[in-house]
Structure formats: structure tokens, C-alpha cells
């Protein structure tokens, strides 16, 4: 008890110094070590470093999940090293909405049809972007984490004590200079009575008191140079690591960008997938099969062939039937359009701007550049998801989902 007493003693009197001495430096009252600009600039680097490790790590997972709400549930079940409950992405809940509807609505009416195609796309974008913020949060979040929570607490741990090493020194510092200012007075003061501290031995003479304290304050101020000295080659050699930090955090960032280029690359595909599916939904609906829905109880009518969009593109008079001719026989009867055998209408057609870029499978077919503008018209019997579309002296087939008709 008796040691714990004096220890904390001790330690009120090394935090008083400390207070003091910090509190006369902020006023300009005291004298205060300085590091050398290579120390400065390795501390401004790793504040720095910190600060935007923090606010990309922030922001990140606002991009990642941007309910707050589960953002505080993750955080709380992480503090408590408890594994984060799987959560139904957006896309998911979409993906079962829709599919619900569809059933609701009748999964071989068209629309149910496409409620179900639609979805189980959705359902397939959100299980992409649960893998996105999965691959994100492992390869990228992780290691920004674990530099704030870790190599960072060590380097501020250190600095602390290389800032109460630096006040330890420039207390006795202080300390020294005051008694060889004392010592010097009392030399130079013959009159023993008025130079002698009060707490020292009478007999004493005051020079030769504020000699040994002067020899007692070198040696602190040896101790604590030492000491100072010591704190700040490690403190050094953490704040050199930032490099290597920042080599990690860049491959991390590489990392991160690959997942996030995948994740958009499987998006993109997703999509251009539906929106090929949704071509014969497209053509299904403007050729009037959602006529006879309500007659749903009389004898299905055997089909009519679909016609091309009647309100949208003029047919092209129909073609009489050619008789085979040296053993080729009549393309268009036949049901293989050969579209460099086809003429133009005189009447019935119309530009067209090309949404997407599209290959040309075959060579009946048309490939397309983005934002171009062509020519297009329909045939009697074609698919009505497909039209003949021109540029300049070539032709070929083009699908319809990849143009904007102009009027």
C-alpha cells in the first residue's frame, strides 16, 4: 500500500510537470523541442493518411449499403464478433415480387410472362451484387478497417508517449537552466542568508546547494534525452511504414476495381440478355395477342402468321412465288430470307437510330453501330422481331430491340 501510495504521488508530480510545462509552451512562456522536418513531414503524411483512409472507408460503405439503418447493424453485430445475418438484396425482393404477381396475374398471360422473365433477371442482379459487396468488403473494406484499428492505434499510442517525452525533457530543460541561473546568483552573492534555500540544511552554503542541483538536473535531463531520444526512433520507424501501407491499399484499390468491373460487366450482360427475350414479348404485343383474353373461353382460332408493327412500319406488297430456277429454290417461300435478293419498296420506309452496337451473326444479317442511322422496312412472313435494314450498298436482317424508329 504503501508503494502505491508514493507511485501515485509520483505520477501526480510527473503530470503536473507535464501540465505545466505544455500550458507555458502554449503561452509562450517556456521553450520547446522541435523535430527535424523529416519527423514533421512523416507526421503530416501519416495524418493524412488517415483522414482519407477514414473518409473513403466511410463513403465506401455508404456505396456498398446505402441503408443506414443496416449500416448500425452491421457495425453493432461486428463489435459484438457476432456474424452478420444474410440479407435479401433489392434486386432479390424485386425478383420476388414479380414473380409473385406473375403468378397472381397468370404465368401464360404475357404479361405474367414477362413479370417472370423480368425477375428472374432482378434475381440475378442482386445475387451479383450480394458477391460485389461480399468480394468489396473482404478485399477492400477489411484491410482499410484493420489499418484504423490497428497500425494506426499503434502509431498514435506511440506518438502520445513520444509527446510526454518531449514535455519530460523540456521540463528539465527548464529545470536545469533555472539552477544554473540560481547557482550563478548565489556565487555571486556573498551574503549567506539571503541566498540559502529554506528547505536545505543551514549549514550549507547556497552555492554549493544549487551546485548538486544543478549535477542532479544534467543527469535527469541525460535520462530523459535518452529516453526522448529512444521513443523517437520507434515512433520513426512506424511512421516510415505509411509507405508500405499505402502499397497495400493500392493493390487493395486494384482489387476493388476488378470486382466492381465484373460486377457491372455481369449487369450489363444480364441485361442485354432480357432485352433479347423481350423482343418476341415486344412483337407478341403489338401484333394483338392480347386480343382474345377475354374470350378465353371460346375455341382458339388457329394463328394468323404475326404481322411486323401494321401501326408502326407499311408492309412491303407481298412477293409472288418464283418457281425454282436452276435448282435454287424460292428464298422467301422457302422461310429463308436472303436479304441482298430483296429490293427495296418504293414506299413504306424508314430511319431508324441504333441503340446498341450489335454483331452480325451470319451474313443475312446487318451489323450495327450505336447512334448510326439506317434505313429499315419489313417483309411479308419475316420475324416480327427482325427488319431488312440498309446502309448505303449494304443489307441485312437487324433486330428490332437494338433501334429507335423515327417517324
Same mark, same amino acid.
Given at each position: 500500500?504503501?508503494?502505491?501510495v508514493?507511485?501515485?504521488?509520483?505520477?501526480?508530480?510527473?503530470?503536473?510537470s507535464?501540465?505545466?510545462?505544455?500550458?507555458?509552451?502554449?503561452?509562450g512562456?517556456?521553450?520547446?523541442?522541435?523535430?527535424?522536418?523529416?519527423f514533421?513531414?512523416?507526421?503530416?503524411?501519416?495524418d493524412?493518411?488517415?483522414?482519407?483512409?477514414?473518409k473513403?472507408?466511410?463513403?465506401?460503405?455508404?456505396?456498398?449499403?446505402?441503408?443506414?439503418?443496416?449500416?448500425?447493424?452491421?457495425?453493432?453485430?461486428?463489435?459484438?464478433?457476432?456474424?452478420?445475418?444474410?440479407?435479401?438484396?433489392n434486386?432479390?425482393?424485386?425478383?420476388?415480387?414479380?414473380?409473385?404477381?406473375?403468378?397472381?396475374?397468370?404465368?401464360?398471360?404475357?404479361?405474367?410472362k414477362t413479370?417472370?422473365?423480368?425477375?428472374?433477371t432482378?434475381?440475378?442482379?442482386?445475387?451479383?451484387?450480394? =458477391?460485389? @459487396?461480399?468480394?468489396?468488403?473482404? /478485399?477492400? #473494406?477489411?484491410?482499410l478497417?484493420? *489499418?484504423? !484499428?490497428?497500425?494506426?492505434?499503434t502509431?498514435s499510442?506511440?506518438?502520445?508517449?513520444?509527446?510526454?517525452?518531449?514535455?519530460?525533457?523540456?521540463?528539465c530543460?527548464?529545470?536545469?537552466?533555472?539552477?544554473?541561473?540560481a547557482e550563478?546568483?548565489a556565487?555571486?552573492?556573498?551574503?549567506?542568508?539571503?541566498?540559502?534555500?529554506r528547505n536545505?540544511?543551514?549549514?550549507?552554503?547556497?552555492s554549493?546547494?544549487w551546485?548538486?542541483?544543478?549535477?542532479?538536473?544534467?543527469?535527469?535531463?541525460?535520462?530523459?534525452q535518452?529516453?526522448?531520444?529512444?521513443?523517437?526512433?520507434?515512433?520513426?520507424?512506424?511512421? =516510415?511504414? @505509411?509507405?508500405s501501407?499505402?502499397? /497495400?491499399? #493500392?493493390?487493395?484499390l486494384?482489387? *476493388?476495381? !476488378?470486382?466492381?468491373?465484373?460486377?457491372?460487366?455481369?449487369?450489363?450482360?444480364?441485361?442485354?440478355?432480357?432485352?433479347?427475350q423481350?423482343g418476341g414479348?415486344?412483337?407478341e404485343?403489338?401484333?394483338?395477342?392480347f386480343?382474345?383474353?377475354?374470350?378465353s373461353?371460346?375455341?382458339?382460332?388457329?394463328?394468323?402468321?404475326?404481322?411486323?408493327?401494321?401501326?408502326?412500319?407499311?408492309?412491303?406488297?407481298?412477293?409472288?412465288?418464283?418457281?425454282?430456277?436452276?435448282?435454287?429454290?424460292?428464298?422467301?417461300?422457302?422461310?429463308?430470307?436472303?436479304?441482298?435478293e430483296?429490293?427495296?419498296?418504293t414506299s413504306?420506309?424508314?430511319k431508324?437510330?441504333v441503340l446498341?452496337?450489335?454483331?452480325?451473326a451470319d451474313?443475312t444479317?446487318?451489323a450495327?453501330?450505336?447512334?448510326?442511322?439506317?434505313?429499315v422496312?419489313s417483309?411479308?412472313g419475316?420475324?416480327?422481331?427482325?427488319?431488312?435494314?440498309?446502309?448505303?450498298?449494304?443489307?441485312?436482317?437487324?433486330?428490332?430491340?437494338?433501334?429507335?424508329?423515327?417517324?
Amino acid at each position: 500500500m504503501e508503494f502505491n501510495v508514493k507511485k501515485l504521488a509520483s505520477d501526480a508530480g510527473v503530470f503536473f510537470s507535464r501540465a505545466m510545462q505544455f500550458t507555458e509552451e502554449k503561452l509562450g512562456q517556456a521553450e520547446k523541442t522541435e523535430l527535424d522536418a523529416h519527423f514533421e513531414n512523416l507526421l503530416a503524411r501519416a495524418d493524412c493518411t488517415k483522414n482519407w483512409t477514414e473518409k473513403i472507408l466511410r463513403q465506401t460503405e455508404v456505396l456498398l449499403q446505402p441503408n443506414p439503418s443496416a449500416r448500425v447493424e452491421e457495425f453493432l453485430y461486428e463489435k459484438l464478433d457476432r456474424k452478420v445475418p444474410s440479407r435479401v438484396t433489392n434486386g432479390e425482393l424485386l425478383a420476388q415480387y414479380m414473380t409473385e404477381a406473375a403468378n397472381d396475374f397468370g404465368p401464360g398471360t404475357p404479361y405474367g410472362k414477362t413479370l417472370i422473365k423480368v425477375g428472374e433477371t432482378q434475381r440475378r442482379l442482386g445475387a451479383a451484387e450480394r =458477391e460485389f @459487396i461480399h468480394s468489396a468488403s473482404i /478485399n477492400f #473494406l477489411t484491410p482499410l478497417r484493420n *489499418f484504423l !484499428e490497428g497500425d494506426w492505434r499503434t502509431i498514435s499510442k506511440e506518438r502520445r508517449i513520444l509527446q510526454n517525452r518531449r514535455l519530460d525533457l523540456d521540463a528539465c530543460k527548464a529545470r536545469l537552466k533555472k539552477a544554473k541561473a540560481a547557482e550563478a546568483k548565489a556565487a555571486a552573492v556573498p551574503d549567506f542568508q539571503e541566498t540559502r534555500p529554506r528547505n536545505y540544511v543551514l549549514s550549507a552554503s547556497a552555492s554549493a546547494l544549487w551546485s548538486d542541483e544543478v549535477e542532479k538536473a544534467e543527469h535527469e535531463l541525460r535520462l530523459t534525452q535518452t529516453e526522448f531520444d529512444r521513443q523517437a526512433e520507434v515512433t520513426r520507424l512506424l511512421l =516510415e511504414g @505509411i509507405s508500405s501501407t499505402h502499397v /497495400n491499399h #493500392l493493390r487493395c484499390l486494384h482489387e *476493388f476495381v !476488378e470486382s466492381q468491373t465484373n460486377y457491372y460487366a455481369q449487369c450489363y450482360q444480364f441485361m442485354l440478355d432480357l432485352q433479347k427475350q423481350l423482343g418476341g414479348s415486344k412483337g407478341e404485343l403489338f401484333s394483338g395477342t392480347f386480343v382474345g383474353n377475354a374470350d378465353s373461353t371460346s375455341p382458339a382460332a388457329a394463328p394468323s402468321p404475326p404481322a411486323v408493327a401494321a401501326a408502326t412500319l407499311p408492309a412491303v406488297p407481298t412477293i409472288p412465288v418464283v418457281p425454282t430456277i436452276g435448282g435454287v429454290p424460292n428464298t422467301v417461300a422457302e422461310g429463308v430470307l436472303n436479304p441482298n435478293e430483296v429490293k427495296p419498296p418504293t414506299s413504306g420506309t424508314r430511319k431508324a437510330r441504333v441503340l446498341y452496337d450489335y454483331e452480325a451473326a451470319d451474313s443475312t444479317e446487318l451489323a450495327l453501330l450505336a447512334d448510326e442511322m439506317i434505313t429499315v422496312y419489313s417483309l411479308p412472313g419475316m420475324d416480327p422481331d427482325w427488319l431488312i435494314g440498309e446502309r448505303g450498298n449494304q443489307k441485312g436482317k437487324v433486330p428490332v430491340t437494338y433501334l429507335e424508329l423515327l417517324s
